[in-house]
């Protein structure tokens, strides 16, 4: 994938990856130039892959989606993508559908929604099925916002 310069999707559905291949993967995924589509379903990648996924993500200026459904990810995998979801303006999308993100890592997706919207006038799709956070959409929301309006107070009063 490092060297590739014609591939522009990658779909490696229920194939065992794990952990090891998605840290793999986001290494190469770091250095490529044309892919704008990877799909690592039902590869139980958990939240080392995930984290390892968003690290990459940072770097990566090209991918627009990502599908990351049944992937045995939670709060922490969810919390981190959602930092660099934040950040990378490129991602327009990504399914985080079949895993056990809890409510922490909904929250934590909604302030990347948000802050997105607000920071880069960009718009940023989230794929959750929400009976599985353990709160609702609109929770998730009024909790959002309230996070990011104590994190601006704190910062504008240097309170910590």
Known sequence: MEKNSTITEISLWSNNIGSEGAIAIAQALEKN??????S??????GSDGAKALAQALEKNSIITQISLVNNNIDSEGAVKLAGTLEKNSTITGINLEGNNIGSEGAIALAVAIINRQVQSHSRLNIYLDWSETGITEEAARAMALEKINRERRRSQYNIL
């Open 33 to 38: 130039s044309t892919i704008r589509f990877i």
């Open 40 to 45: 690592l379903n039902s590869n139980n990648i």
